[in-house]
Protein backbone atom coordinates (compact mmCIF):
# COMPACT_ATOMS: atom_id res chain seq x y z
CA UNK A 1 0.00 0.00 0.00
CA UNK A 2 1.46 3.34 -1.28
CA UNK A 3 0.60 6.90 -0.80
CA UNK A 4 -0.50 8.18 -4.20
CA UNK A 5 -1.26 11.19 -3.55
CA UNK A 6 1.51 13.44 -3.82
CA UNK A 7 4.84 13.26 -2.99
CA UNK A 8 5.64 15.28 -0.46
CA UNK A 9 4.68 15.73 2.73
CA UNK A 10 5.90 17.92 6.03
CA UNK A 11 5.59 15.21 8.46
CA UNK A 12 5.97 11.34 8.71
CA UNK A 13 4.46 9.59 12.00
CA UNK A 14 6.04 6.14 12.15
CA UNK A 15 3.57 3.15 13.20
CA UNK A 16 5.48 0.31 14.39
CA UNK A 17 4.68 -3.49 14.39
CA UNK A 18 3.01 -3.60 18.05
CA UNK A 19 0.85 -0.17 18.13
CA UNK A 20 -1.96 -1.13 16.09
CA UNK A 21 -4.13 1.58 18.34
CA UNK A 22 -6.62 2.69 15.54
CA UNK A 23 -8.23 4.92 18.37
CA UNK A 24 -4.70 7.19 19.14
CA UNK A 25 -4.75 10.84 19.19
CA UNK A 26 -3.13 10.95 16.58
CA UNK A 27 -5.75 9.60 14.52
CA UNK A 28 -8.65 11.60 16.03
CA UNK A 29 -8.10 14.43 12.54
CA UNK A 30 -6.85 14.01 9.15
CA UNK A 31 -3.86 16.07 7.53
CA UNK A 32 -3.21 16.68 4.29
CA UNK A 33 0.74 17.14 5.12
CA UNK A 34 1.31 13.98 7.54
CA UNK A 35 1.78 10.42 6.04
CA UNK A 36 1.78 7.55 8.15
CA UNK A 37 5.01 5.30 7.89
CA UNK A 38 4.35 1.24 8.33
CA UNK A 39 6.95 -0.99 7.94
CA UNK A 40 7.75 -4.47 7.89
CA UNK A 41 11.27 -5.67 7.89
CA UNK A 42 13.82 -8.41 8.52
CA UNK A 43 15.62 -6.28 11.26
CA UNK A 44 11.88 -7.34 13.19
CA UNK A 45 11.40 -10.48 12.06
CA UNK A 46 14.76 -11.84 12.69
CA UNK A 47 16.58 -10.36 16.33
CA UNK A 48 15.59 -13.80 17.08
CA UNK A 49 13.95 -16.52 15.71
CA UNK A 50 10.06 -16.20 15.77
CA UNK A 51 7.13 -18.57 15.68
CA UNK A 52 5.53 -18.69 11.95
CA UNK A 53 2.21 -17.36 13.62
CA UNK A 54 3.57 -14.33 15.54
CA UNK A 55 5.60 -12.79 12.17
CA UNK A 56 1.90 -13.16 10.52
CA UNK A 57 -0.16 -12.20 13.16
CA UNK A 58 1.60 -8.49 13.26
CA UNK A 59 2.03 -8.36 9.57
CA UNK A 60 -1.49 -9.12 9.11
CA UNK A 61 -2.21 -6.63 11.95
CA UNK A 62 -0.26 -4.03 10.02
CA UNK A 63 -1.56 -4.07 6.97
CA UNK A 64 -5.36 -4.18 8.21
CA UNK A 65 -4.64 -1.08 10.25
CA UNK A 66 -3.03 0.16 7.31
CA UNK A 67 -5.89 -0.39 5.15
CA UNK A 68 -8.05 1.16 8.39
CA UNK A 69 -6.45 4.44 8.36
CA UNK A 70 -6.44 4.69 4.71
CA UNK A 71 -9.89 4.07 4.54
CA UNK A 72 -10.73 7.18 7.12
CA UNK A 73 -8.98 9.18 4.89
CA UNK A 74 -5.34 9.59 6.36
CA UNK A 75 -2.14 9.07 4.06
CA UNK A 76 -0.08 6.18 5.15
CA UNK A 77 3.03 4.47 3.46
CA UNK A 78 3.17 1.00 3.72
CA UNK A 79 6.41 -0.93 3.06
CA UNK A 80 5.98 -4.92 2.89
CA UNK A 81 8.51 -7.28 3.39
CA UNK A 82 8.66 -8.24 -0.34
CA UNK A 83 9.10 -3.84 -1.47
CA UNK A 84 12.16 -3.64 -3.78
CA UNK A 85 12.26 -0.88 -2.02
CA UNK A 86 12.57 -1.86 1.11
CA UNK A 87 15.79 -1.70 2.65
CA UNK A 88 14.56 -4.16 5.97
CA UNK A 89 16.15 -1.87 8.08
CA UNK A 90 14.81 1.00 10.35
CA UNK A 91 17.11 3.85 9.89
CA UNK A 92 17.64 3.37 6.09
CA UNK A 93 13.79 2.64 5.54
CA UNK A 94 13.42 6.41 7.17
CA UNK A 95 16.52 8.22 5.49
CA UNK A 96 15.06 7.14 2.24
CA UNK A 97 11.37 8.30 2.79
CA UNK A 98 12.22 11.56 4.31
CA UNK A 99 13.90 12.35 1.26
CA UNK A 100 11.13 10.68 -0.81
CA UNK A 101 8.99 13.39 0.74
CA UNK A 102 10.95 15.68 1.91
CA UNK A 103 9.99 16.04 5.14
CA UNK A 104 10.81 18.38 7.85
CA UNK A 105 9.22 16.66 10.90
CA UNK A 106 8.93 13.36 11.68
CA UNK A 107 7.03 11.66 15.23
CA UNK A 108 7.23 8.13 16.93
CA UNK A 109 5.26 7.15 19.35
CA UNK A 110 7.67 6.00 22.72
CA UNK A 111 8.85 1.96 21.78
CA UNK A 112 8.08 -0.33 24.16
CA UNK A 113 11.86 -1.88 23.95
CA UNK A 114 14.83 -0.72 24.73
CA UNK A 115 16.40 -1.90 21.86
CA UNK A 116 13.90 0.12 19.83
CA UNK A 117 14.00 3.35 22.22
CA UNK A 118 17.41 3.23 21.72
CA UNK A 119 17.38 2.83 18.12
CA UNK A 120 14.77 5.98 17.95
CA UNK A 121 17.13 8.14 20.47
CA UNK A 122 20.21 7.54 18.12
CA UNK A 123 18.02 8.44 14.93
CA UNK A 124 16.66 11.50 16.65
CA UNK A 125 20.12 12.59 16.64
CA UNK A 126 20.91 12.01 12.98
CA UNK A 127 17.99 14.12 12.62
CA UNK A 128 18.20 16.90 14.37
CA UNK A 129 22.16 17.05 12.59
CA UNK A 130 19.97 17.32 9.87
CA UNK A 131 17.80 19.85 10.66
CA UNK A 132 14.54 18.12 10.72
CA UNK A 133 12.50 18.05 14.05
CA UNK A 134 11.82 14.79 15.44
CA UNK A 135 9.61 14.46 18.39
CA UNK A 136 8.21 10.87 20.61
CA UNK A 137 4.56 10.88 22.11
CA UNK A 138 2.89 8.67 24.56
CA UNK A 139 1.78 5.32 22.94
CA UNK A 140 -1.45 6.27 24.92
CA UNK A 141 -1.83 2.46 26.03
CA UNK A 142 -0.39 2.15 29.61
CA UNK A 143 -1.74 2.76 33.17
CA UNK A 144 2.22 3.54 34.39
CA UNK A 145 4.97 5.72 32.68
CA UNK A 146 8.18 3.25 32.51
CA UNK A 147 9.49 5.16 35.69
CA UNK A 148 6.25 5.20 37.88
CA UNK A 149 7.21 1.73 39.70
CA UNK A 150 10.86 2.75 40.29
CA UNK A 151 9.72 5.72 42.19
CA UNK A 152 6.96 3.75 44.07
CA UNK A 153 9.84 1.64 44.97
CA UNK A 154 12.67 3.46 45.34
CA UNK A 155 14.70 3.05 48.53
CA UNK A 156 13.19 -0.27 49.12
CA UNK A 157 15.27 -3.47 48.00
CA UNK A 158 12.67 -5.47 47.32
CA UNK A 159 9.86 -4.61 44.80
CA UNK A 160 6.31 -6.49 45.81
CA UNK A 161 4.11 -6.66 43.70
CA UNK A 162 0.83 -6.40 45.95
CA UNK A 163 2.24 -3.00 47.28
CA UNK A 164 2.85 -2.48 43.54
CA UNK A 165 -1.28 -3.83 42.92
CA UNK A 166 -2.29 -2.00 45.80
CA UNK A 167 -1.11 1.37 44.70
CA UNK A 168 -3.08 0.74 41.13
CA UNK A 169 -5.83 -0.01 43.01
CA UNK A 170 -5.69 3.21 45.06
CA UNK A 171 -4.59 5.72 42.35
CA UNK A 172 -7.16 4.46 39.45
CA UNK A 173 -9.97 3.71 41.82
CA UNK A 174 -10.43 0.26 40.75
CA UNK A 175 -12.77 -1.85 42.43
CA UNK A 176 -12.45 0.14 45.37
CA UNK A 177 -14.83 1.55 47.78
CA UNK A 178 -14.93 4.45 49.74
CA UNK A 179 -11.56 3.93 49.51
CA UNK A 180 -11.23 0.60 50.71
CA UNK A 181 -10.95 -2.48 48.12
CA UNK A 182 -14.64 -4.03 47.27
CA UNK A 183 -15.66 -6.84 49.32
CA UNK A 184 -13.16 -5.60 52.09
CA UNK A 185 -10.12 -7.53 50.52
CA UNK A 186 -7.48 -7.18 48.00
CA UNK A 187 -7.05 -10.28 46.93
CA UNK A 188 -9.02 -13.16 46.37
CA UNK A 189 -6.28 -15.93 45.87
CA UNK A 190 -6.94 -18.40 48.22
CA UNK A 191 -10.14 -18.82 46.24
CA UNK A 192 -8.42 -19.69 43.27
CA UNK A 193 -5.71 -22.37 42.50
CA UNK A 194 -7.61 -25.55 42.21
CA UNK A 195 -7.34 -28.30 39.40
CA UNK A 196 -9.57 -28.52 36.65
CA UNK A 197 -11.90 -31.97 37.25
CA UNK A 198 -13.21 -32.01 33.53
CA UNK A 199 -16.08 -29.35 34.17
CA UNK A 200 -17.33 -26.96 33.55
CA UNK A 201 -16.49 -27.27 30.16
CA UNK A 202 -13.96 -25.33 28.50
CA UNK A 203 -15.57 -22.99 26.58
CA UNK A 204 -16.09 -23.33 22.93
CA UNK A 205 -12.79 -20.87 20.91
CA UNK A 206 -15.10 -18.37 19.07
CA UNK A 207 -12.36 -16.45 17.89
CA UNK A 208 -12.64 -14.92 14.62
CA UNK A 209 -11.21 -17.08 11.96
CA UNK A 210 -8.73 -15.55 8.54
CA UNK A 211 -6.98 -16.99 5.69
CA UNK A 212 -3.53 -15.44 5.57
CA UNK A 213 -2.21 -18.25 3.22
CA UNK A 214 -1.01 -15.40 0.72
CA UNK A 215 0.50 -13.55 3.33
CA UNK A 216 2.24 -16.94 4.98
CA UNK A 217 3.66 -17.56 1.36
CA UNK A 218 5.38 -13.72 0.48
CA UNK A 219 6.65 -14.11 4.13
CA UNK A 220 8.37 -17.27 3.68
CA UNK A 221 9.46 -15.90 -0.56
CA UNK A 222 10.81 -13.10 1.38
CA UNK A 223 13.24 -15.80 2.59
CA UNK A 224 12.18 -14.81 6.65
CA UNK A 225 13.15 -17.82 8.84
CA UNK A 226 10.57 -19.41 11.36
CA UNK A 227 9.31 -22.05 13.42
CA UNK A 228 6.08 -23.65 14.76
CA UNK A 229 3.24 -24.15 13.04
CA UNK A 230 1.82 -21.51 10.66
CA UNK A 231 -1.70 -22.20 11.17
CA UNK A 232 -2.75 -19.59 7.89
CA UNK A 233 -5.62 -21.36 6.57
CA UNK A 234 -7.62 -20.80 9.75
CA UNK A 235 -5.63 -18.08 11.77
CA UNK A 236 -7.18 -17.11 15.00
CA UNK A 237 -5.76 -14.37 16.72
CA UNK A 238 -7.24 -10.95 15.74
CA UNK A 239 -6.86 -8.74 13.27
CA UNK A 240 -8.38 -5.47 14.26
CA UNK A 241 -10.00 -4.01 17.37
CA UNK A 242 -13.51 -4.87 16.32
CA UNK A 243 -11.95 -8.74 16.09
CA UNK A 244 -10.04 -8.21 19.61
CA UNK A 245 -13.22 -6.65 21.58
CA UNK A 246 -15.30 -9.46 20.54
CA UNK A 247 -12.99 -11.93 22.35
CA UNK A 248 -12.76 -10.07 25.43
CA UNK A 249 -16.41 -9.61 25.46
CA UNK A 250 -16.56 -13.52 25.11
CA UNK A 251 -14.56 -14.26 27.35
CA UNK A 252 -16.12 -12.19 30.06
CA UNK A 253 -19.12 -14.27 29.46
CA UNK A 254 -17.52 -17.61 28.96
CA UNK A 255 -13.99 -17.45 30.41
CA UNK A 256 -14.17 -15.28 33.28
CA UNK A 257 -16.84 -17.07 35.86
CA UNK A 258 -14.00 -19.36 36.12
CA UNK A 259 -10.63 -17.65 35.79
CA UNK A 260 -9.67 -17.53 39.37
CA UNK A 261 -11.17 -20.78 40.27
CA UNK A 262 -8.93 -22.96 37.84
CA UNK A 263 -6.60 -20.21 36.61
CA UNK A 264 -3.44 -22.58 37.53
CA UNK A 265 -5.00 -25.36 36.46
CA UNK A 266 -3.64 -27.76 33.53
CA UNK A 267 -5.01 -30.51 31.41
CA UNK A 268 -4.04 -32.24 28.13
CA UNK A 269 -7.83 -32.15 27.24
CA UNK A 270 -8.00 -28.51 26.92
CA UNK A 271 -5.22 -26.23 25.85
CA UNK A 272 -6.70 -22.80 26.39
CA UNK A 273 -9.03 -24.13 29.68
CA UNK A 274 -10.46 -20.43 31.17
CA UNK A 275 -7.67 -18.20 30.17
CA UNK A 276 -8.73 -14.88 27.98
CA UNK A 277 -5.53 -15.09 24.99
CA UNK A 278 -6.25 -11.75 25.53
CA UNK A 279 -2.38 -11.29 25.59
CA UNK A 280 -1.92 -10.84 22.06
CA UNK A 281 -4.19 -8.00 21.55
CA UNK A 282 -3.07 -6.27 24.69
CA UNK A 283 0.57 -5.89 23.80
CA UNK A 284 0.15 -4.58 19.73
CA UNK A 285 -2.51 -1.73 21.43
CA UNK A 286 -5.53 -3.60 19.78
CA UNK A 287 -7.28 -3.50 23.59
CA UNK A 288 -6.54 -0.78 26.01
CA UNK A 289 -6.37 -2.06 29.52
CA UNK A 290 -8.19 0.31 30.69
CA UNK A 291 -11.26 -0.87 28.90
CA UNK A 292 -10.76 -4.22 29.71
CA UNK A 293 -10.71 -3.89 33.64
CA UNK A 294 -13.64 -1.47 33.18
CA UNK A 295 -15.59 -4.36 31.57
CA UNK A 296 -14.69 -6.94 33.80
CA UNK A 297 -15.09 -4.44 36.64
CA UNK A 298 -18.84 -4.13 35.21
CA UNK A 299 -19.28 -7.89 34.27
CA UNK A 300 -19.12 -8.51 38.39
CA UNK A 301 -21.32 -5.18 38.91
CA UNK A 302 -23.71 -6.62 36.96
CA UNK A 303 -23.58 -10.29 38.82
CA UNK A 304 -22.12 -12.43 35.98
CA UNK A 305 -18.80 -13.35 37.42
CA UNK A 306 -17.42 -13.60 40.84
CA UNK A 307 -15.77 -10.78 42.73
CA UNK A 308 -12.68 -13.68 43.14
CA UNK A 309 -12.72 -13.83 39.32
CA UNK A 310 -12.72 -10.13 38.46
CA UNK A 311 -10.11 -9.52 41.18
CA UNK A 312 -8.29 -12.09 40.36
CA UNK A 313 -8.18 -11.42 36.52
CA UNK A 314 -8.14 -7.79 37.25
CA UNK A 315 -4.59 -8.10 39.18
CA UNK A 316 -3.08 -9.67 36.16
CA UNK A 317 -3.74 -6.68 34.24
CA UNK A 318 -3.47 -3.69 36.81
CA UNK A 319 -0.98 -4.95 38.70
CA UNK A 320 1.67 -7.67 36.92
CA UNK A 321 1.41 -6.40 33.63
CA UNK A 322 2.26 -2.76 34.58
CA UNK A 323 4.73 -3.70 37.30
CA UNK A 324 6.56 -6.53 35.21
CA UNK A 325 7.17 -3.34 32.79
CA UNK A 326 8.10 -1.41 35.51
CA UNK A 327 10.86 -3.77 36.39
CA UNK A 328 12.05 -3.95 32.65
CA UNK A 329 12.80 -0.16 32.11
CA UNK A 330 14.16 0.04 35.48
CA UNK A 331 16.56 -2.61 35.16
CA UNK A 332 17.50 -2.10 31.45
CA UNK A 333 20.36 -2.29 29.67
CA UNK A 334 21.81 -5.66 31.05
CA UNK A 335 19.00 -7.26 32.77
CA UNK A 336 19.07 -10.20 29.92
CA UNK A 337 22.29 -11.06 30.92
CA UNK A 338 21.51 -11.92 34.81
CA UNK A 339 22.66 -15.63 35.40
CA UNK A 340 22.99 -16.03 39.91
CA UNK A 341 23.04 -19.91 39.17
CA UNK A 342 25.89 -19.33 35.95
CA UNK A 343 23.67 -22.08 34.18
CA UNK A 344 24.86 -22.64 31.03
CA UNK A 345 23.58 -25.87 29.23
CA UNK A 346 22.40 -25.64 25.97
CA UNK A 347 18.19 -25.93 25.15
CA UNK A 348 17.62 -29.79 24.60
CA UNK A 349 16.85 -29.97 21.50
CA UNK A 350 13.19 -31.32 22.50
CA UNK A 351 12.20 -26.86 22.80
CA UNK A 352 12.08 -27.18 18.92
CA UNK A 353 9.89 -30.07 18.51
CA UNK A 354 7.80 -30.75 21.01
CA UNK A 355 9.39 -34.35 21.24
CA UNK A 356 9.79 -35.55 24.94
CA UNK A 357 9.03 -38.50 26.72
CA UNK A 358 8.26 -35.91 29.91
CA UNK A 359 4.33 -35.43 28.68
CA UNK A 360 3.86 -32.62 30.98
CA UNK A 361 6.75 -30.90 28.65
CA UNK A 362 5.54 -32.32 25.49
CA UNK A 363 2.48 -31.09 26.23
CA UNK A 364 3.12 -27.65 27.15
CA UNK A 365 5.63 -27.48 24.51
CA UNK A 366 3.36 -29.02 21.51
CA UNK A 367 0.85 -26.38 21.65
CA UNK A 368 3.22 -23.68 22.07
CA UNK A 369 4.47 -24.91 18.90
CA UNK A 370 0.96 -25.44 17.47
CA UNK A 371 -0.88 -22.36 18.81
CA UNK A 372 2.26 -19.48 19.85
CA UNK A 373 0.62 -19.47 22.59
CA UNK A 374 0.67 -21.57 26.26
CA UNK A 375 -0.79 -20.38 29.64
CA UNK A 376 1.07 -18.96 32.04
CA UNK A 377 1.67 -21.93 34.18
CA UNK A 378 2.61 -23.83 31.41
CA UNK A 379 5.45 -20.72 30.84
CA UNK A 380 6.35 -20.89 34.85
CA UNK A 381 5.69 -24.22 36.61
CA UNK A 382 6.33 -26.53 33.30
CA UNK A 383 8.94 -25.26 30.70
CA UNK A 384 10.65 -22.47 32.82
CA UNK A 385 10.51 -25.06 35.95
CA UNK A 386 12.27 -27.78 34.03
CA UNK A 387 14.72 -25.24 32.47
CA UNK A 388 16.15 -23.76 36.17
CA UNK A 389 16.05 -27.50 37.34
CA UNK A 390 18.17 -28.70 34.62
CA UNK A 391 20.16 -25.75 34.76
CA UNK A 392 19.85 -24.19 31.23
CA UNK A 393 21.27 -21.01 29.65
CA UNK A 394 18.52 -18.30 30.97
CA UNK A 395 20.13 -15.94 28.16
CA UNK A 396 18.96 -18.86 25.36
CA UNK A 397 16.09 -19.59 27.29
CA UNK A 398 14.83 -15.81 26.77
CA UNK A 399 15.54 -15.81 22.70
CA UNK A 400 13.18 -18.84 22.96
CA UNK A 401 10.33 -17.36 25.31
CA UNK A 402 10.93 -13.98 23.04
CA UNK A 403 10.71 -16.36 19.61
CA UNK A 404 7.36 -18.59 20.50
CA UNK A 405 4.99 -16.52 22.21
CA UNK A 406 2.25 -14.60 19.93
CA UNK A 407 2.32 -12.23 23.03
CA UNK A 408 6.44 -11.46 23.36
CA UNK A 409 7.33 -8.74 23.52
CA UNK A 410 10.91 -8.03 25.09
CA UNK A 411 9.31 -5.56 27.62
CA UNK A 412 6.95 -8.24 29.44
CA UNK A 413 8.42 -11.36 28.14
CA UNK A 414 12.22 -10.24 29.49
CA UNK A 415 11.10 -9.91 33.70
CA UNK A 416 9.11 -12.91 33.11
CA UNK A 417 11.62 -15.21 32.39
CA UNK A 418 14.80 -14.16 33.92
CA UNK A 419 12.96 -12.55 36.56
CA UNK A 420 9.92 -14.67 37.96
CA UNK A 421 10.57 -18.13 36.27
CA UNK A 422 14.73 -18.38 36.56
CA UNK A 423 14.97 -16.55 39.47
CA UNK A 424 18.51 -15.43 37.51
CA UNK A 425 18.21 -12.02 38.52
CA UNK A 426 18.49 -13.07 42.11
CA UNK A 427 14.71 -12.28 43.45
CA UNK A 428 14.61 -8.43 41.85
CA UNK A 429 11.08 -9.95 41.23
CA UNK A 430 9.78 -13.46 42.56
CA UNK A 431 10.32 -14.30 46.45
CA UNK A 432 11.59 -17.19 46.03
CA UNK A 433 12.44 -19.62 42.96
CA UNK A 434 9.36 -21.34 40.97
CA UNK A 435 10.31 -24.92 41.15
CA UNK A 436 8.70 -27.84 41.77
CA UNK A 437 8.81 -31.68 41.60
CA UNK A 438 6.37 -33.91 39.89
CA UNK A 439 3.95 -33.44 43.04
CA UNK A 440 2.69 -29.90 41.87
CA UNK A 441 2.47 -30.90 38.25
CA UNK A 442 0.77 -34.20 39.17
CA UNK A 443 -1.75 -32.01 41.78
CA UNK A 444 -2.70 -29.25 38.89
CA UNK A 445 -2.89 -31.30 35.64
CA UNK A 446 -3.45 -34.20 34.15
CA UNK A 447 -0.01 -35.08 32.47
CA UNK A 448 1.37 -37.67 35.41
CA UNK A 449 -0.77 -40.28 34.70
CA UNK A 450 0.11 -40.71 31.07
CA UNK A 451 3.71 -40.50 31.01
CA UNK A 452 6.66 -42.26 30.43
CA UNK A 453 7.72 -41.56 33.75
CA UNK A 454 6.86 -42.46 37.05
CA UNK A 455 5.95 -39.45 38.97
CA UNK A 456 6.70 -41.30 42.55
CA UNK A 457 10.38 -42.33 42.32
CA UNK A 458 13.21 -40.35 42.65
CA UNK A 459 15.56 -42.84 41.08
CA UNK A 460 16.24 -44.99 38.40
CA UNK A 461 15.57 -45.10 34.46
CA UNK A 462 11.56 -44.36 35.16
CA UNK A 463 11.60 -41.98 37.84
CA UNK A 464 10.52 -38.42 36.92
CA UNK A 465 13.54 -36.30 35.99
CA UNK A 466 12.13 -33.65 38.54
CA UNK A 467 12.26 -35.37 41.17
CA UNK A 468 15.96 -35.33 41.31
CA UNK A 469 16.35 -32.16 40.16
CA UNK A 470 14.35 -30.85 42.59
CA UNK A 471 16.21 -32.23 45.18
CA UNK A 472 19.69 -31.29 43.50
CA UNK A 473 18.79 -27.74 42.69
CA UNK A 474 18.28 -27.37 46.31
CA UNK A 475 21.68 -28.84 47.33
CA UNK A 476 23.78 -27.42 44.65
CA UNK A 477 22.45 -23.90 45.63
CA UNK A 478 22.08 -24.30 49.42
CA UNK A 479 24.43 -21.29 49.92
CA UNK A 480 22.72 -18.89 48.19
CA UNK A 481 19.06 -20.31 48.90
CA UNK A 482 18.90 -21.53 52.36
CA UNK A 483 18.66 -18.42 54.23
CA UNK A 484 15.51 -17.53 52.16
CA UNK A 485 12.67 -17.66 54.40
CA UNK A 486 10.17 -18.44 51.51
CA UNK A 487 11.90 -21.29 50.54
CA UNK A 488 9.98 -23.73 53.94
CA UNK A 489 10.76 -27.12 54.42
CA UNK A 490 12.81 -27.87 51.79
CA UNK A 491 16.14 -27.59 53.73
CA UNK A 492 15.24 -29.12 56.52
CA UNK A 493 14.17 -32.08 54.85
CA UNK A 494 17.65 -31.82 53.31
CA UNK A 495 19.42 -32.03 56.34
CA UNK A 496 17.54 -34.95 57.64
CA UNK A 497 18.10 -36.61 54.43
CA UNK A 498 20.83 -39.82 54.52
CA UNK A 499 24.36 -38.47 53.20
CA UNK A 500 23.89 -41.83 50.68
CA UNK A 501 20.07 -41.19 49.19
CA UNK A 502 21.67 -37.32 48.57
CA UNK A 503 24.70 -39.24 46.85
CA UNK A 504 22.05 -40.94 44.77
CA UNK A 505 19.45 -38.48 44.49
CA UNK A 506 22.55 -36.23 42.45
CA UNK A 507 24.33 -38.73 40.89
CA UNK A 508 20.68 -39.00 39.23
CA UNK A 509 20.39 -35.33 38.21
CA UNK A 510 23.95 -35.24 36.65
CA UNK A 511 23.09 -38.27 34.98
CA UNK A 512 19.82 -36.24 33.62
CA UNK A 513 21.48 -33.44 32.97
CA UNK A 514 24.00 -35.10 30.89
CA UNK A 515 21.67 -36.75 27.90
CA UNK A 516 18.86 -33.83 28.17
CA UNK A 517 18.31 -34.21 24.38
CA UNK A 518 17.09 -37.98 25.63
CA UNK A 519 14.64 -37.07 28.21
P1 LIG B 1 -4.70 -14.61 31.02
O1 LIG B 1 -4.35 -15.75 31.90
O2 LIG B 1 -6.06 -14.53 30.49
O3 LIG B 1 -4.30 -13.28 31.84
C1 LIG B 1 -4.82 -12.01 31.47
C2 LIG B 1 -3.78 -11.02 31.11
O4 LIG B 1 -3.01 -10.66 32.24
C3 LIG B 1 -2.78 -11.44 30.07
O5 LIG B 1 -3.32 -11.29 28.78
C4 LIG B 1 -1.62 -10.50 30.34
O6 LIG B 1 -1.80 -9.29 29.64
C5 LIG B 1 -1.72 -10.23 31.82
N1 LIG B 1 -0.73 -10.99 32.58
C6 LIG B 1 -0.93 -12.10 33.31
N2 LIG B 1 0.22 -12.49 33.91
C7 LIG B 1 1.15 -11.62 33.52
C8 LIG B 1 2.53 -11.51 33.80
N3 LIG B 1 3.18 -12.38 34.59
N4 LIG B 1 3.20 -10.50 33.21
C9 LIG B 1 2.58 -9.61 32.42
N5 LIG B 1 1.26 -9.67 32.13
C10 LIG B 1 0.57 -10.66 32.69
N6 LIG B 1 3.05 -12.34 28.91
C11 LIG B 1 3.09 -11.60 27.79
O7 LIG B 1 2.16 -10.82 27.53
N7 LIG B 1 4.15 -11.68 26.92
C12 LIG B 1 5.20 -12.53 27.16
O8 LIG B 1 6.13 -12.59 26.38
C13 LIG B 1 5.17 -13.32 28.33
N8 LIG B 1 6.19 -14.19 28.59
C14 LIG B 1 6.15 -14.93 29.73
C15 LIG B 1 7.23 -15.77 30.01
C16 LIG B 1 7.24 -16.52 31.16
C17 LIG B 1 8.42 -17.38 31.48
C18 LIG B 1 6.15 -16.44 32.05
C19 LIG B 1 6.15 -17.23 33.32
C20 LIG B 1 5.07 -15.62 31.78
C21 LIG B 1 5.05 -14.84 30.63
N9 LIG B 1 3.98 -13.97 30.33
C22 LIG B 1 4.04 -13.21 29.20
C23 LIG B 1 2.86 -13.79 31.27
C24 LIG B 1 1.63 -14.69 31.01
O9 LIG B 1 2.04 -16.03 30.95
C25 LIG B 1 0.90 -14.31 29.73
O10 LIG B 1 0.56 -12.94 29.78
C26 LIG B 1 -0.40 -15.09 29.57
O11 LIG B 1 -0.14 -16.46 29.56
C27 LIG B 1 -1.09 -14.66 28.30
O12 LIG B 1 -2.23 -15.43 28.05
P2 LIG B 1 -3.70 -14.87 28.32
O13 LIG B 1 -3.90 -13.60 27.58
O14 LIG B 1 -4.64 -15.98 28.08
O15 LIG B 1 -3.61 -14.53 29.85
FE1 LIG C 1 6.07 -34.44 33.99
FE2 LIG C 1 7.23 -36.13 35.71
FE3 LIG C 1 4.59 -35.97 35.60
FE4 LIG C 1 5.94 -37.07 33.60
S1 LIG C 1 5.81 -37.82 35.69
S2 LIG C 1 4.25 -35.62 33.43
S3 LIG C 1 7.78 -35.82 33.56
S4 LIG C 1 5.99 -34.34 36.20
Given amino acids: MQDHQTNSATTLRLILGDQLNPQHSWFAHQHEDVVYIMLE????TDYVLHHAQKIIAIFAGMRELARQLTADGHRVHYLSIDDPA???SLPANLDHLLRQYQAREFGYQSPDEWRLEQQMADYGQHLRQQKITCHMVDSEHFYTDTQEAATLFSGRKKWLMEHFYRHMRVKHQVFMEDNKPVGGQWNYDHDNRQSWPGTPAEPPDTRHQHDHTVLWKTIQDAGVMSFGNPNAAQFSWPLNRAQALDQLDEFILHGLPHFGQFQDAMSSKAWRLFHSLLSFALNTKMLNPREVVSKVQAAWCAGLVPLAAAEGYIRQILGWREYI???YWHHMPGYAEHNLFAHTAPLPAWFWSGDTKMRCLSTAIGQSLQHAHSHHIHRLMVIGNFALLAGLDPAALHRWYLGVYIDAFEWVELPNTIGMSQYADGGLLATKPYVSSAAYIDRMS???????YNKKLRIGENACPFNALYWDFFARNAATLSSNPRIGMVYPQLRKME??????????AAGLRARLDDL
Fill in 41 to 44: MRQE
Fill in 86 to 88: NQQ
Fill in 325 to 327: RGI
Fill in 446 to 452: DYCKGCH
Fill in 499 to 508: AAALQALQAQ
